[in-house]
């Protein structure tokens, strides 16, 4: 009898464990597609900030990030972060990001899909020229990414976008009139990459150059002489592994480097590295 039973559960089980083990890698490598999530990181942060003494800050980070879909086409993402990047500081939700994305084509070709998002982040605390201590900050972007096809495992993800970066109040202790309110905007270009390594694991590798141009709202001829001669040039690399360990429960690795650049009239003043390594576990809704 118990021969039977145990071959009886066998037998109602495999289809179920089948469909657990159907791993959907070519879907969550594609930053393009579609799926509801819920996935949650810790991580560290090396900052080394050169030419400004006391603005590096080794830190951690906690955060919970989930997609939920409307319609076939929609997606809605939330970021809630908890980390110490606020001089040290216990920050809770600041740098917390809503984004929007919109897939506008999904096929089998070269050209196989592509997405347009739009999303605001704020309070910002992850830019040392913005200060920390303004709750009046926020980011405003929008991007679109294309999927391509190179081979069944192999894919590359091209991407460019817009941002706009505002301080209302750059320093909340000392008069505006010292340190202005400042804005900066400018394009962010990207090329990913994407590989299946097995059926359960892919890789990602991504180069990112990001500029920047300054300006200011307080109307000050002297303030916006200058910061009309301040730009940036800021690079970032990406590397992310992530494994399956069944159809819905998935862990990966996150790894990248931001090098920071800002130039007054091409004489460099403001240089920062930062590198973060991040621990990650998804799981997949939908």
């Not at 190179?150 to 817009?162: A, K, R």
């Not at 505006?176 to 359960?200: C, F, H, I, Q, W």
Request: charged residues 20%.
């Amino acid at each position: 009898m118990s021969r039977l039973n145990l071959l009886w559960m066998l037998v109602i089980s495999a289809p179920l464990l089948a469909q657990e083990l159907e791993l959907p890698t070519s879907r969550l490598a594609d930053p393009t597609e579609l799926y509801a999530n819920l996935n949650i990181t810790a991580g560290l942060n090396f900052d080394g900030a050169s030419n400004f003494p006391g603005y590096e800050i080794d830190g951690w980070e906690f955060r919970l990030q989930g997609d939920l879909l409307a319609f076939d086409k929609l997606r809605f993402r939330f970021t809630l972060p908890v980390s110490n990047q606020v001089y040290g500081a216990v920050g809770v939700f600041d740098n917390a990001a809503l984004d929007i994305g919109f897939q506008t084509h999904n096929t089998q070709n070269f050209f196989k899909s592509s997405l347009l998002e739009v999303g605001i982040t704020t309070p910002l605390t992850d830019d040392r020229t913005f200060s920390s201590f303004s709750r009046k900050s926020w980011e405003l972007r929008a991007r679109y990414t294309a999927a391509l096809r190179l081979e069944n495992s192999w894919m590359i993800y091209p991407s460019i976008g817009f941002y706009q970066r505002n301080s209302r109040e750059n320093y909340t202790y000392v008069p505006a009139p010292l340190y202005p309110s400042m804005n900066k905007y400018g394009l962010r270009t990207m090329v990913l990459s994407s590989y299946e390594t097995s059926d359960r694991s892919f890789i990602q590798f991504g180069l990112e150059y990001e500029n920047g141009f300054w300006f200011s709202d307080d109307q000050n001829d002297a303030t916006e002489e200058y910061l009309d001669d301040i730009d940036e040039h800021n690079y970032r690399v990406k590397f992310k592994f992530q494994y399956a360990l069944t159809g819905n429960h998935h862990l990966y690795l996150d790894v990248d480097g931001y090098w920071q650049n800002s130039r007054y009239q091409d004489v460099p003043t403001f240089q920062r590295h930062i590198s973060w390594y991040r621990l990650g576990y998804l799981y997949l809704i939908d």
